[in-house]
């Protein structure tokens, strides 16, 4: 049932004037169009958006010919985004879900029953009930200044609960990924998961395993870098989802839960961060555990180790892969930064002086601190390091531990999806 509402304490003057701007000109050109999802939860939970999208009854041909010049992304679930100076608008068109007989088509179903295409137009309260979660599903009409709440959304705001529209279940069958989602949003925005919510999370965990890598790449993402990775991973710890996503040891969570305390401040004071650097800490116990092993059969020969160890990143890496797809260039920091931890051990000026000059002597660095603050290093060897910066003219605090800066490519674009998944060709972005 909809629900139109005036008073909800959404602030005007807080919503883009670009976003207006589109969802005006859509207008005047004979369509209907509103601002929904994220930006309508935060504005109305008080948190300013990170982006302002835009659900229209107009289909991609005919936002290309209100907006002549916008881009169409996305091959089967085709967005469009409308650059407005500096700002993106993501304008798509309303969508329902495929959920009856006649629909559930095997090429719109994986073998598990996850949603592989949902590109089918709908109207408005159709596109409500194929959304995630009912904070997720409000529209709000920036002209008449009011919301739009089709699933009960707004009582769920003022309630600050987190509840997937429909069959907990169900929904979570056709796309697994909303698990994460789920735990994303409620330690973001310190929601409640509603309990049937809360009670299909167990039984649904294990279809993450189903999920391409890509994918799972851009949630990482999402959940551990964009400022609230800490609360995240606790989340994940008590749903005892951690070990879907990564071979955490026992006790294990010391230096990832330190490493991402750290990733959180660095975003808070606008300081670059790198997937490469918390990759390296996430997988760090395994790769101690693991090294006890190979090490010990290298039998001391400094070569020898050198080779063992090269080797184990490699295998932990590797593995990580079937996970989560990490582009190449962030593993091969992670492996950087492990490599580096045993020789800044050894304070002789020789190695000093090669390693002040490494690319990522920052970064083995920056995770040296954290190893000593997890208590896996001695504590000295940490404060050595900062005189030796000091004293050498390195300011221990200037450079960031970031990643170099990419090369510019020309790609040829992809004939073919990395991932068996048709709806992620586009690099394993987000089905919405
Ligand atoms: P934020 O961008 O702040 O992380 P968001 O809610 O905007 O949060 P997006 O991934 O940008 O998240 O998705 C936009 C909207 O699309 C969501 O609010 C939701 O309505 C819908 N959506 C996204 N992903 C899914 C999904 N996996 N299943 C159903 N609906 C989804
Ligand atoms: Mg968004």
């Known amino acids: 049932m909809l629900n139109r509402l005036a008073d909800h304490g959404i602030d005007r003057s807080r919503v883009s004037k670009n976003a207006v701007a589109v969802i005006d000109k859509l207008r005047s050109g004979g369509f209907d169009a509103y601002l929904v999802g994220g930006c309508v939860r935060d504005l109305l939970l008080g948190v300013v958006p990170k982006d302002f999208d835009v659900a229209t009854d107009a289909t991609p041909e005919d936002v290309r010919r209100v907006f002549p010049r ?21 304008v798509s068109t309303f969508r329902r879900t495929l959920d009856d007989e006649e629909d559930a088509q095997p090429q719109h179903l994986s073998e598990e029953g996850i949603i592989l295409r949902d590109n089918v137009y709908g109207s408005i309260d159709e596109d409500a009930f194929r959304r995630d979660f009912t904070v997720n599903a409000l529209y709000y009409d920036p002209v008449d200044d009011v919301v739009l709440d089709y699933c009960n959304g707004m009582a769920d705001i003022a309630k600050r609960t987190l509840r997937l529209i429909g069959d907990p279940q169900q929904r979570f069958r056709e796309d697994p990924v909303r698990i994460l989602r789920a735990i994303r949003f409620a330690a973001k925005l310190d929601l409640e998961i509603h309990p049937a919510t809360h009670d299909a999370i167990a039984p649904m965990c294990e279809m993450l395993n189903a ?58 004071e606008d300081k670059p961060v790198t997937p490469g650097f918390l990759l390296a800490a996430f997988l760090w116990p395994e790769y101690v555990e693991r090294a006890d092993i190979a090490l010990a059969e290298a039998n001391g020969s400094r070569q020898r180790v050198a080779a063992a160890e090269e080797e184990l990143s490699r295998s932990v890496l590797a593995a990580q892969q079937s996970t989560i797809a990490i582009p190449r260039r962030h593993s091969w920091f992670a492996r950087d930064v492990w490599r580096l931890q045993p020789m800044l051990d050894r304070r002789t000026q020789r190695n000093v002086n090669k390693l002040l000059a490494h690319p990522r002597f920052r970064a083995a660095y920056d995770f040296l601190l954290l190893r000593i603050e997890a208590g896996d290093a001695p504590e000295d060897l940490g404060q050595w390091w900062t005189e030796v910066q000091t004293r050498e003219g390195h300011d221990p605090d200037a450079r960031p531990a970031r990643d170099q800066p990419r090369r510019r490519r020309r790609r040829r674009r992809r004939s073919s999806p990395a991932v068996n998944n048709p709806e992620f060709a586009n690099g394993g972005a987000t089905p919405r």
């Open 70 to 90: 916008v881009r169409l992304v996305g091959r089967r679930f085709r967005i469009v985004h409308v650059r407005m100076g500096r700002e993106v608008i993501e």
């Open 211 to 268: 999920i391409p890598p890509a994918r799972l790449f851009d949630e990482f993402t999402k959940m551990f870098m964009t400022g609230h990775g800490e609360q995240t991973f606790e989340l994940l710890c008590r749903y005892e989802l951690v070990d879907i996503l990564f071979p955490l040891p026992p006790d294990g969570d010391v230096v990832p839960r330190l490493a991402l305390a750290s990733t959180d401040r660095r975003i808070k």
